[in-house]
T-cell receptor, first 113, second 111 residues
């Protein structure tokens, strides 16, 4: 158990819909990262938050947004969903230093039908 | 942009054979990390290398960081079924705080 909690584990929705994925980082971790992993593909970095502030942006679509709340949990919002958005979405957390390792949650499997 | 190339994409081995995956960066890295993702699972941190020429071992796994800090490798001796999964490298540069991920190497044990 990494200590990072992601909900829901599975999500099935239709094209055009909007969903929210939730992540609770490990106790004490200030950084939260969001990654997208399509079937049998690598990890695509989407966005990172540190202590409530956006720290870095990766290949995140304009239809996607995220935020980190004062209690440090984070939400990833995906809107106007397309078939190609079907993927495994991972949240990871770290203390926040330059050499810190990442602890990943179990992921949310999103299926857009 | 900064990239980390990881090869091979897949490697099929017989149980008991060795396995190696390689990562090469276009720029000098300040450190490199290795993660393992079991089938159906999430990436799990294995190790971090920081020093030029560093070699670290974890039982049958040997991790190396090149002298120029631009390449790294993971070697598994005498693979076992528990080694199955995808191995990712991820490096950081001094100028970019973010982890730059390799595409991963999937280790498949032939039946």
């Amino acid at each position: 158990d990494s200590g990072v909690t992601q909900t829901p584990k599975h999500l099935i929705t239709a094209t055009g819909q909007r969903v929210t994925l939730r992540c609770s980082p490990r106790s004490g971790d200030l950084s939260v990262y969001w990654y997208q992993q399509s079937l049998d593909q690598g990890l695509q970095f989407l966005i990172q938050y540190y202590n409530g502030e956006e720290r870095a942006k990766g290949n995140i679509l304009e239809r996607f947004s995220a935020q980190q709340f004062p209690d440090l949990h984070s939400e990833l919002n995906l809107s106007s969903l397309e078939l190609g958005d079907s993927a495994l979405y991972f949240c990871a957390s770290s203390v926040g230093g330059a050499k810190e390792k990442l602890f990943f949650g179990s992921g949310t499997q999103l299926s857009v039908l | 942009g900064q990239q980390v190339m990881q090869i091979p994409q897949y490697q099929h081995v017989q149980e008991g054979e060795d396995f190696t995956t390689y990562c090469n960066s276009s720029t000098t890295l300040s450190n490199i990390q290795w993660y393992k993702q079991r089938p159906g699972g999430h990436p799990v941190f294995l190790i971090q290398l920081v020093k030029s020429g560093e070699v670290k071992k974890q039982k049958r796994l040997t991790f190396q960081f090149g002298e120029a800090k631009k390449n790294s490798s993971l070697h598994i001796t005498a693979t076992q079924t528990t080694d199955v999964g995808t191995y990712f490298c991820a490096g950081r540069t001094d100028s970019n705080y973010q982890l730059i991920w390799g595409a991963g190497t999937k280790l498949i044990i032939k039946p």
